[in-house]
């Protein structure tokens, strides 16, 4: 799949391009849904916020973004802060967070995002790492 995003003053557009599964001479069908944004949060977003399957909604994307004011928030798809979330951390986000299966036994999407040092005087930078559910690991 291939995500393009942008994000505008009222609204946040997320165009999710899906090839046909099996057959790379079929056209890509395109899908855009809208989604009521923007949503309340403390800071200033640091990085790039994400597009991502967590498996909080039935296979519809999660977006995922660190603030200048120390948090790591998850929205799901319809725009709700996910429950759990946004989580504190010790210092600003002003990297993008990421995504993977870390291999902790449990079988489903963990969440790692780097705070702190650079701009955010007086912090340790560093990194943290959540289950989906908002659970530290």
């Known amino acids: 799949m291939r995500f393009a995003k942008s994000v505008g003053l009222a609204v946040l557009v ?3 391009v ?3 599964e099996g057959s790379a001479q079929t056209p890509p069908t395109r899908i855009a849904f809208r989604v009521p944004f923007p ?4 800071g200033t977003p640091g990085g ?3 597009f991502a399957d967590l498996g909080l909604s039935g296979g519809r994307k999660s977006i995922v973004f660190g603030t200048t ?3 790591l928030y998850v929205h799901d798809f ?5 429950p759990g979330w946004p989580k504190d951390l010790p210092g600003e986000v002003r990297s993008s967070p990421d995504v993977a299966d870390f291999g902790l036994g449990h079988g489903t999407t963990d969440i790692v995002v780097r705070f702190g040092g650079g701009n955010d005087s007086g912090t340790v930078g560093g990194v943290a ?4 559910d908002g659970t530290p690991i």
């Open 78 to 82: 319809d725009g709700t802060v996910a």
């Open 69 to 71: 004011a120390k948090k």
């Open 48 to 50: 790039e916020a994400i």
């Open 129 to 132: 790492a959540f289950q989906r």
């Open 39 to 42: 949503k309340p949060a403390l």
């Open 14 to 16: 997320a165009t999710i």
């Open 18 to 20: 899906v090839a046909a």
